[in-house]
């Protein structure tokens, strides 16, 4: 199943995109504080993690052109069962793709299959600086409030990476209704075929 929007191409990821998608995701690791984890994981880590994603949730790719140049995926907001309508959100775009409209459209193909799966809140955990620096600007925090995530919680100093201290913020948004009696949450094989 493919979605597309202008010259983008989203579709559901595969194990097999790990080596491709590790490519966007390392200069994140090596260069920024945008994620917090200090050593790029191996190709098949990387690939246990695709395909973990996938027993539940989506996990999307954007290609323009033949090429990947962007994903998306959600996992569990927290393991408890009363968590189960509420996911936490997490993108990466190449660098030089960066506003030219993949993340967003990530974010639409995302979020349309959570409604349709039942997910209520989608939850946005972001690197935050106190002063913007070479590693860490607020653009990820604009992004989501551009999409109309909400700040909801802020936890100071709780990152350290390049020998610097950063808070971590918490955005979130509203997808679905919250009712007395909800339904349960269909995995994402229940609404479209995964490969």
Known sequence: MEWTKNDIIVRMATPQDAEILLEIYAPYVKNTAITFEYEVPSVEEFAGRIENCLKKYPYLVAGRQGKIIGYAYVSP????????WSVETSIYVAETEKGKGAGRFLYEVLESLLVK?????????????STEDRYLTKDSVKFHEALGYELVGRFHACGYKFDRWYDMVWMEKMIGKHLPKQPPVKK??????IK
Request: net charge neutral.
């Open 117 to 129: 799966q039942g997910i209520l809140n989608v939850n946005a955990c972001i690197a935050y600086p």
């Open 77 to 84: 907001f927290k393991s408890r069962a009363a968590y189960d």
């Open 188 to 193: 994402i094989q229940e609404i479209v075929t």
